[in-house]
């Protein structure tokens, strides 16, 4: 038996899906001036180093396909404790990305490298946002750190 406020050092660790969206490969060949020089795999290996010092786990896909989100965020039900998502472009039309995620009963916490709200007026608009936990926008890849950590922070407060 595991004592209250000290860690059960047999139990599962939580699994958090980190979804990545459309163009999201393309990090560090272009634009750093707005989305820095990592590429997606610093992005991954750094959110994976976060989450494993809170005792998370992590398993990370991107995808440039609406349909293939979708299908990743159906398959998280029942097995992750949470999704972090960078919707990419997605995120400011995409319905069936809110429906999906609408149906998934974790945490769920959206990330931006850039702050969409400080760049063109089509960027202002998240469809995601209303079925988030919490949104993380503008600090560039410390977003996936602190979107762990407050992963980390919902599981344990439930
Ligand atoms: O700031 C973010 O993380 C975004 O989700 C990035 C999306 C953009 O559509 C959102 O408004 C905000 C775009 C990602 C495209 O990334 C590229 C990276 C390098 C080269 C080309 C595109």
New binding site residues.
Partial sequence: MTEPGTADHDAPRPLVLLLH????N??????PE??GTATLDDHVASATAAADRHGLDVEAHQTNHEGELVELIHGARGRCAAIVI????F??YAWSIHDALAAFDGVVVE??????NA?EPW?HTSVIAPVATGTI?GFGGLGYALAMQAVAARLTAR
């Fill in positions: 969206g459309p163009n999201l393309l990090l560090g060949t272009r634009e707005v989305y960078n919707p990419g472009a995120t400011h990330v931006h490298l850039s702050n969409p760049r960027r926008a």
